[in-house]
């Protein structure tokens, strides 16, 4: 017999007797090996395996259970490991392979091992089900981003961990999906597509082309693309370097827009073009003689001419022209009636004033003003005084006349009440009357003894005044609520062909009331500087020879306001008292019956003003509808009030009432378009 078969032999023999029940394996050949296991233990396994592939096996105490392995035909010796790896693999545990002991222990554990094994010997490849570490450096996505991607593509039991300082993939799987991972990767980390770019021009406007592109683009954009989902596109302008600036996510539209912007780049007429630019808020007249005077300095002294003037012969020359030809001179013209600016210059020049222009032409906020003022007034006085006379001894001679004490007003004196009762003076008046007198050249009158009169007042006042005002930004606004009174300022008598003399006043009007001018300034941090005038007065009396007395209080201040706040600009606050005392001398002082000899007065008047303002910047449409319905329907709930009762004889009297408000309907939200170069910068 041969050594090789009786090797053979000898093996067989051994793995007879070594196997458990259920497992069976021959070898066909030198290099051949048949495995039949059935439920098998597999620590049996582990024995008929070391025997087949010389390798030492530990087993971790918590691998336990059978496996089953059948194979029909013969397998190659160097395969059994690599089959024994899988059927573990079914089983949830795992080989590590350190030195030259086999460690088998739990799928879940054995990341925490170093793996030796590498590459398989025999096929060059990767090693099958061997436990793998590897680490994925990404150039382009996140990290982070990616894990969600492969978590489901590795075993519960492996791992996928982002390092986000080096944004780096560290991933323990199977050696044979550690491959795919790998195509996965680098399928996703790619770069964007939708960076954006830059599109010089050399001739058109920058501007002009945005615009252009913006509708048209857009809206093909929004028509291709996939229900639900909107198209990613943007194009703005870069005035100062006149390029486009673009980002889409489809490749094919970008070389599609920079054809569509190659068509529109072309030079214009070598004379110079015309140009009309219509403006959105600025002033068109206003803004043409900015313009003009923007180049004065390189147009000549012909710039300031009126509107129209043109810009000089001193231009740049346009490309194109021949050396030693300059460009044709320019014109600006504003056209009040549709507030446009007509620019006839070459493209360079053109480009440089629209830039300037799309820069003054913005939406400038506006300034909601509420000044309040508040006047409180109270005014309390008191009188009291004895008046007395004697006319007892009077005869009709006129003689043995005894006088008394008058200290009242006209038609509050003693002697005026004896002529006229009726005229008595307010508050309480108290008398002695004996019968009637007879005196010479007056007649008869009562003969009042005594009267004794007392008087209280107490008046209150409590004024809240609240213009308001809206204006836009450094423009001045007023608001004037009163009456326009006249004032006499001369007189004169003319005398004609007749001797009577016409008499000729000259007059002035002036407000009487409320006035509020103002004219407000946003700094670029939202402050509001306020140049104000604010002023309240009022006709105090009209019966004075020399004209109509008026009070008036006025504040004139330049303050910084911030947005919401509300400051104080101004205010009085008064309190006079006044003491009076109307007595004959030396009797007027004598204690006790002095009182009968004077007359006192005391009065007391306190004035409280105060003048508040609160500015509300307004810089959107959306919060000047918040102030007009809030105070369109505070009046109209004042109008309700004034609603007379149904009576059952005169029916129902409506009052005059403001229509019912009705809400302007929503601006659509169109998304990932470029913003309108003259969106206001100071807008948050």
Known sequence: MSPAFLAYVRSVVFAALLAPVGAAWAQSGPDEVTLNFVNTEIEGVVMIVSDITGKNFVLDPRVKGTISIVSAKPLPRDIVYDVFLSALRLQGYAAIEAGNVVRIVPEADAKLYPNQAGRSLVRGGDSGDRIQTRVFNLRYQSAEQLLPVLRP???????????????????????????????????????????????????????????????????????????????????????????????????????????????????????????????????AVKLAATLRAIHGAAAGPDMDRPTGAMLGAALPSEPGTQPGEQATAGIIQADAATNSIIITAPDAIYNNLRA????????????????????????????????????????????????????????????????????????????????????????????????????????NANILSTPTLLTVDNEEASIVIGQNVPFITGQYATTGTGTTPTPFQTIERQDVGLTLRIKPQISEGGTVRLELYQEVSSINDRS??????????????????????????????????????????????????????????????????????????????????????????????????????????????????????????????????APSATQDKRQP
């Open 356 to 459: 300037v222009l799309e820069k003054l032409d913005v939406r400038r906020a506006q300034v909601y003003v509420e000044a309040l003022i508040a006047e409180l007034t109270s005014d309390k006085a008191a009188e009291f005084g004895i008046q007395w006379q004697n006319l007892g001894g009077l005869d009709e001679n006129g003689r043995q006349v005894f006088g008394g004490t008058n200290f009242g007003g006209v038609g509050q004196n003693i002697i005026g009440i004896s002529q006229n009762p009726a005229s008595a003076g307010p508050g309480l008046n108290l008398g002695i009357i004996n019968g009637r007198v007879d005196i010479p050249g007056i007649g008869e009158i009562l003969n009042l003894g005594v009267l004794v009169r007392a008087l209280e007042t107490d008046a």
């Open 153 to 283: 593509l590795i075993a519960p039991n492996n791992s996928v961990t982002a390092h986000l300082g080096k944004n780096a993939l560290v991933i323990t799987d199977y050696a044979n999906n550690l491959p795919r991972l790998a195509r996965i990767i680098e399928s996703i980390d790619q770069p964007d597509t939708s960076e954006p770019v830059a599109i010089p021009l050399r001739y058109a406007s920058a501007l002009d082309v945005a615009a252009t592109v913006n509708r048209l683009f857009a809206e093909s954009g929004q028509a291709a693309a996939p229900p639900g989902t909107a198209a990613r596109f943007t194009v703005a302008a870069d005035a100062r370097s006149n390029s486009l600036l673009a980002r889409m996510s489809d490749p094919s539209r970008m070389s599609q827009l920079r054809r569509f912007v190659a068509l529109l780049d072309t030079p214009g007429n070598a004379g110079g073009n015309i140009h009309v630019v219509y403006l959105r808020n600025a002033d």
């Open 544 to 673: 004075n020879p020399a004209g109509v007395i008026t009070n008036k209080r006025a504040v004139s201040s330049t303050v910084l306001v911030d947005d919401g706040q509300v400051v104080v600009i101004g205010g009085l606050m008064q309190d006079a008292i006044s003491d009076g005392v109307r007595k004959v001398p030396l009797l007027g002082s004598i204690p006790g019956i002095g009182g009968l000899f004077r007359s006192k007065n005391r009065s007391r008047s306190k004035t409280n003003l105060m003048i508040f303002l609160r500015i509300t910047l307004v810089r959107d449409s959306q919060r000047a509808d918040a102030f007009t319905g809030e105070r369109y329907d505070y009046i109209l709930g004042e109008q309700e009030k004034t609603r007379l009762p149904r009576g059952a004889l005169l029916g129902e009297l409506p009052p005059p009432m403001l229509p019912v408000r009705t809400l302007p309907p929503a601006a659509p939200v169109v998304q990932d378009v």
